[in-house]
C-alpha cells in the first residue's frame, strides 16, 4: 500500500506561481509512475501531468504545457508540480496519484492507470 499527501494549494492571483508536492509513504519501493489530475466543480477529473518515477519520459495536458513542470525528489519520496502563469481556470482540487508496480496500466493520461490517490488539495486562482 502506498499513501499519498499533498501540499502547497491555496489562493493565488492570475499570473503568479505555486508548487504543489505530494509526499508518498509505504511501500514506495512500489512506485512506477506519479501523476496530477485535476477537477473543478461540476466537471470531471482531468489528466495534468505525469512522470515515470524512475526518471525518464513526462508527460503534460495540452492545456497546461509550457507553464507547468512536474518533477520528483527520488530519496525524499516526494513529487512536485511547479505551475508557473496561472489562469483563472486553473482552478481546481488537484490530486496527486501513483501506478504501482503490482498494477497494470496501459498509459498515464486516464485515472484508471493508477492504484492509489491523495486526498487533493485546493487551488484558486483569482483575476
Known amino acids: 500500500q502506498v499513501q499519498l499527501v499533498e501540499s502547497g494549494g491555496g489562493l493565488v492571483q492570475a499570473g503568479g506561481s505555486l508548487r504543489l508536492s505530494c509526499a508518498a509513504s509505504?511501500?514506495?519501493?512500489?512506485?512506477?509512475?506519479m501523476g496530477w489530475f485535476r477537477q473543478a466543480p461540476g466537471k470531471e477529473r482531468e489528466f495534468v501531468a505525469a512522470i515515470r518515477w524512475s526518471g525518464g519520459r513526462l508527460e503534460y495536458a495540452e492545456s497546461v504545457k509550457g507553464r507547468f513542470t512536474i518533477s520528483r525528489d527520488y530519496a525524499k519520496n516526494t513529487l512536485y508540480l511547479q505551475m508557473n502563469s496561472l489562469k483563472p481556470e486553473d482552478t481546481a482540487v488537484y490530486y496527486c496519484?501513483?501506478?504501482?508496480?503490482?498494477?497494470?496500466?496501459?498509459?498515464?493520461?486516464?485515472?484508471?492507470?493508477?492504484?492509489?490517490w491523495g486526498q487533493g488539495t485546493q487551488v484558486t486562482v483569482s483575476s
Open positions: 509505504g511501500r514506495t519501493f512500489s512506485m512506477y509512475a
Open positions: 496519484a501513483c501506478r504501482s508496480t503490482y498494477y497494470s496500466g496501459t498509459t498515464y493520461t486516464h485515472e484508471t492507470d493508477y492504484d492509489y
